[in-house]
């Protein structure tokens, strides 16, 4: 019964993973495998500056933007789940970003950021006097655009978890806490958050994947620059793949993002398995 899901699986995922590690192990010309080399790939690339820095790119932009997301989130969810009028609306409202595609919503705020006719800066120049901000061509300022870009748009998917497990809290907890002299805020400490455990942990570890494999968002913002200053991992990997046309090293690449992404995964089962024993 299950052998038309294993073969999917088996041949959409499976057979590209041992391809590319095939891939790695060799000096590739185009997609034509020519010399075994071994290691030498993930030598070279455990070698380069530019790899170093995207590793930086890449971990800074991750906790940078998972940090943001779930506050964001969480703000979202909190006002998604009080009992007023137009809360419907509201829900509505916020999930746009989520469903707005991806490339359109980079091109917007790309057009947003523009350093000589963006809306920002002409709201900034216009309206307060302030000079003109280079946000996508300074290297501090760029990747923090790129966290802010990537925050309005993953909030929405962050509130709809955090949602989702505040309504599975019984109103009962809250009202026993009320009675027990609790303040709101208390309650949310000692009731809120404590039950939010395994939610929180869980859109966490999937932020994590999801912006540690980002490359759409840098791609069409900044395309990695100024410079390699916003060069992720996964955008070192496309471009050595498809700029450069070194199907090794970035196969090579490909494969130490893997290695971390299943090194993440480890980390969310064992953190899943204590939550659960506790």
Do not use: K
């Not at 946000?135 to 501090?140: F, I, K, V």
């Not at 925050?151 to 949602?163: G, H, I, T």
């Not at 505040?166 to 907890?173: F, T, Y």
């Not at 400490?189 to 455990?197: D, G, I, N, Y």
């Amino acid at each position: 019964m299950v052998a038309p899901a294993l073969l999917v699986i088996g041949a959409f995922s499976l057979l590209p993973t041992l391809y590319g590690i095939l891939v790695s192990l060799y000096r590739v010309e185009f997609v034509e495998l020519l010399t075994f080399v071994g290691a030498r790939n993930y030598v070279d690339v455990l070698r380069d500056p530019a790899f170093w820095n995207s590793v930086r790119v890449s971990f800074t932009f991750t906790a940078c933007s998972v940090a943001l997301t779930f506050v964001g989130g969480f703000g979202l969810a909190l006002l998604g789940n009080q009992q007023v009028r137009f809360r419907g609306a509201f829900r509505t409202v916020a999930l746009l970003p989520w469903v707005t595609s991806y490339v359109v919503t980079y091109l917007i705020f790309r057009w947003i950021l523009n350093a000589d006719f963006g809306l920002l800066n002409a709201v900034l120049v216009e309206g307060f006097g302030l000079p003109r901000i280079n946000w996508l061509g300074d290297p501090a300022l760029a990747l923090a655009a790129l966290v802010g870009v990537d925050v309005w748009r993953a909030a929405p998917y962050a509130m709809v978890l955090l949602l989702a497990g505040l309504q599975g809290i019984p109103h009962e907890l809250y009202e026993a806490a009320a009675i027990d002299g609790a303040t709101r805020m208390r309650s949310f400490f000692a009731v809120t958050l404590p039950l939010m455990r395994p939610t929180i942990l869980v859109l966490v570890v999937l932020l994590t994947i999801i912006d540690f494999n980002v490359v759409v968002a840098m791609l069409v913002l900044t395309g990695g620059g100024p410079g390699i200053a916003t060069e992720a991992m996964s955008l070192r990997m496309y471009n050595e793949a498809f700029t450069y046309a070194r199907m090794g090293p970035a196969s090579a690449i490909a494969m130490i993002i893997f290695a971390a992404n299943l090194t993440l995964t480890a980390v969310y089962i064992r953190l899943l398995r204590s939550e659960h024993h506790s």
